[in-house]
């Protein structure tokens, strides 16, 4: 089925632990994202990505990493994992500026 | 102040009443989008809107660029339709969003 796979979707890290998110599309979409969900502050950018080989930093980005090798996946790495990164993550992807976009079924984390 | 607000935070109704949620925002936008999220679950595009008025079955969507005003209207309200719904806009030409805070509604049997 079309659309973004997040994977996975529940983990509980201890402090100071690494560990990756990952986001697959299978649309061919050049523009992915990933989002941070906390209760009574909406959703907020940690990073995007315009194409493969091309990253740049949202609003929220201390603590995480993202690299994108090709148009599918846009991996989202969590360094040393902090109780602050408490959080519902989300992966989305368009095709362009001006198209609709598709969110992942999210991610929830919990560190300890 | 933020640059996407929306109205009433909470909303709770009873099955089949009219329904409206309301986003406003401050900055010039390329498009508007309404999302919704059911609980625990993922985000699905409702609506894209740069102008006017689209519809999809019971739910409308409205925009007036002037006022930097939309609203989300959904007709003969069910209990299914119990989520949180978000207003997103993009600035022109951005890729990403600035998302509102989100309107919790709550249909009632």
């Known amino acids: 089925n079309a659309g973004v796979t997040q994977t996975p979707k529940f983990q509980v890290l201890k402090t100071g632990q690494s560990m990756t998110l990952q986001c697959a599309q299978d649309?061919?979409?050049?523009?992915m994202s990933w989002y941070r969900q906390d209760p009574g502050m909406g959703l907020r950018l940690i990073h995007y990505?315009?194409?493969?080989?091309?990253?740049d930093q949202g609003e929220v980005p201390n603590g995480y990493n993202v690299s994108r090798s090709t148009t599918e996946d846009f991996p989202l790495r969590l360094l040393s994992a902090a109780p602050s990164q408490t959080s519902v993550y989300f992966c989305?992807?368009?095709?362009?500026?001006?198209?609709?976009?598709?969110f992942g079924q999210g991610t929830r984390l919990t560190v300890v | 102040k933020n640059e996407v607000e929306q109205s009433p935070q909470n909303l709770t109704a009873q099955e089949g009443e009219f329904i409206t949620i309301n986003c406003s925002y401050s900055?010039?936008?390329?498009?508007l989008h309404w999302l919704q999220q059911h609980p625990g679950g993922g985000i699905v595009s409702l609506f894209m809107?740069?102008?006017g008025k689209k519809k999809h079955g019971r739910l409308i969507a409205t925009i007036n660029i002037q006022e930097k005003h939309s609203s989300l209207h959904i007709t003969a309200s069910h209990p299914r339709d119990s989520a949180v719904y978000i207003c997103?806009?993009?600035?022109?030409?951005?890729?990403?969003?600035?998302f509102g805070p989100g309107t919790r509604l709550s249909v009632l049997p």
């Open positions: 809107l740069s102008s």
């Open positions: 649309m061919n979409h050049e523009y």
């Open positions: 990505s315009v194409g493969a080989g091309i990253t």
């Open positions: 989305a992807s368009t095709l362009s500026w001006d198209t609709e976009a598709f």
């Open positions: 997103a806009v993009r600035n022109n030409y951005g890729q990403n969003f600035v």
């Open positions: 900055v010039g936008i390329s498009a």
